[in-house]
């Protein structure tokens, strides 16, 4: 690949000219990402598609406001285009209001909080150390700083969430809203226990879904819908659409929602990335969508289970979703998450570093690794290629002091990722 070839054809034309050095950054990593095998869960490769709206003329529309109701004149295709993605989104979702103005996923919960607590009321949220995010209510995030927070983790002994627990601490804390959702659980959550909880204890439900929204749209994990007062998503992870978020919620809380997300938080609407969240959903609603979510969860249970035949300890056994987390210590004592995915990255092996329950190393150094599918299914690899993924990840580890069996392994990952070319103008 050259790096003509490599370039956006909707952009690189001009840009070529404008700043090629620019264009050269994003052609090296470009041929980073095609010869890579990119196994960050919460990372995909958008369609051409949604690229080549997001980098459209929309980017240069104002439009504070809502549809209908804008503070800026000359939006009436912006209202088009933003009315579209709420219709396309209520209909893959089924929930009954929808904002898909927040910027990203924190924003998203920031403003929930913003329209539903007061400074100080009490969250229930999972410890981002056992598999929760920073706006659950992390000490370093605006969450734990304004809120009076009571956490949750998973059971020493299954490292799953343990519903009679969650309960327990409920009654407990009393908390206004309890958060169920994740970044690094690799389980499935039973949204209706999380219901009946919030109801013992009158609080409300918030479901950050944003890891596992495409597996829900696309049939492959129970639907938080039905049970959440409000749902909040990115659209980039397993949703395969541009960075972004949205927020749903019962239509009681409709206003509350928006108002907390404009004039509350934020100002203008990124309307190219709505599109893009557009163009994402028609494409989600597609036969096809449900096939490749399938295929992210077997790929999973595949990889997780050659990586288990290469003694590799898994939290909670495995997998039933498109994550699963390395406990290293169950092989290697004294290799790092840290050290391990810098070995992993010198084979052309992307993954992250992440704590595990009940970790004794520190969130920058960790004991785990979290591993993820939906990029490498995306490019259309199966369970076959699973084995070999799982196997290159164990020769690597074994190997990690002799470079040039690395260099071997990453050729071979070269070899793997050209049969599997990443977009089509590519080829
Ligand atoms: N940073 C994301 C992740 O990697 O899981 C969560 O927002």
Known sequence: MNTSESRNPSIASKLGEVDPQIVEITAKDLKRQQDSLML?????????????????????????GYPGERYYNGCQFMDEVESLAIERAKALFGAEHINVQPHAGSQANMAVYHALLEPGDTILGMSLSQGGHLTHGAGVNFSGNYYNIAMYGVDAETERIDMEEIARLAAQHRPKLIVVGATAYPRQFDFAAWRHVADSVGAYLLAD??????????????????????????????????????????????????????????GGPFLHTIAARAVAFKEASAPAFKTYQAQIVKNAKALAARLIENDFRLVSGGTDNHLMLIDLTSKYEKLSGRQAADHLEDAGIIVN???????????????????GTPMITTRGMKEDEMVLVADFIAETLENRQK???????????????AQFPIYEYLQ
């Open 209 to 266: 879904i944003a890891h596992i929204a495409g597996l829900i749209a696309g049939g492959a994990h129970p639907d938080p819908v039905p049970y959440g007062d409000v749902i909040t998503t990115t659209t980039h992870k397993t949703l395969r659409g541009p960075r972004g978020a949205m927020i749903m919620c019962k239509a009681e809380y409709a206003d509350k929602i928006d108002r907390a997300v404009f004039p509350g938080l934020q």
């Open 40 to 64: 960050i869960p919460s990372e995909n490769y958008a369609s051409r598609a949604v690229m080549e709206i997001q980098s459209s003329i929309l980017a240069n529309k104002y439009a504070e």
């Open 353 to 371: 570093k992440n704590t595990i329950p009940f970790d004794k190393r520190k969130p920058r150094t960790t004991s785990g690794l979290r591993l």
């Open 403 to 417: 470079a040039s069996i690395k260099r071997q392994i990453r050729g071979k990952v070269k070899e793997l990722c």
